[in-house]
């Protein structure tokens, strides 16, 4: 176990509405990355939090926002849904943005 | 060209067996690199990071060719319980962070 924890573990949301995850890092890591996992195929970077700061980001619109709080814990909000948006929604915490490790993870459907 | 790509697979290969899997990266800035593994709708787990001199594990052996942008991973005496997912992820730690994995190569290890 890692030590990541995130929640809901599944969550079932309608077209155009609204979603937060959340992500709860390991002990002393200070960097939370957040990715969308589609099924059979890689991971794919969102954006990440250092030191309650975004620090990198991926292709992704501006519906997905996100949070950092001074805990390290984490938020990711999704507007606007839409149904390609269904997929694996991973948190990984790291120390000082190096190795990552993930959470289990939150199966969003949009229906 | 994909930023990150790796070998389509899928691997099947007998237990005791050695195989090898290779990963390309487009960037040359990229920085740090990591192997993952997946097991089926579980979340990645850290195998080992790749390191410029290669790096050993007990079966777990990885190598990186900055030259070439190739980073590898072979694995000796394959055991069952090595099927997985292995997931090739290239880091770019810059004043704002990329983190690419690549689309994973599956092994099974038969009996």
């Known amino acids: 176990e890692t030590g990541v924890t995130q929640s809901p573990t599944h969550l079932i949301k309608t077209r155009g509405q609204q979603v937060t995850l959340r992500c709860s890092s390991q002990s002393g890591h200070n960097t939370v990355s957040w990715y969308q996992q589609a099924l059979g195929q890689g991971p794919q970077f969102i954006f990440q939090?250092?030191?309650?700061?975004?620090?990198g980001r991926g292709n992704f619109p501006p519906r997905f926002s996100g949070l950092q709080f001074p805990n390290y814990s984490s938020e990711l909000n999704v507007n606007a849904l839409e149904l390609d948006d269904s997929a694996l929604y991973l948190c990984a915490s790291s120390f000082d943005r190096y190795e990552q490790y993930f959470g289990p993870g939150t199966r969003l459907t949009v229906t | 060209r994909k930023e990150v790509e790796q070998d389509p697979g899928p691997f099947n290969v007998p237990e005791g067996a050695t195989v090898a899997f290779n990963c390309t990266y487009s960037?040359?800035?990229?920085?740090?690199f990591f192997w993952y593994r997946q097991d089926c709708r579980k979340e990645p787990k850290l195998l080992m990071s790749?390191?410029?001199s290669g790096n050993e594990d007990g079966r777990f052996t990885a190598q990186l060719n900055r030259a070439s942008q190739y980073i590898s991973l072979l694995i000796r005496d394959s055991k069952l319980s090595d099927s997985a997912t292995y997931l090739c992820?290239?880091?770019?730690?810059?004043?704002?962070?990329?983190?690419?994995f690549g689309p994973g190569t599956s092994l099974s290890v038969i009996p």
């Open positions: 992820v290239v880091f770019l730690k810059t004043s704002y962070d990329k983190v690419i």
């Open positions: 790749v390191y410029s």
């Open positions: 960037n040359s800035a990229s920085q740090s």
């Open positions: 939090y250092y030191r309650e700061e975004e620090n």
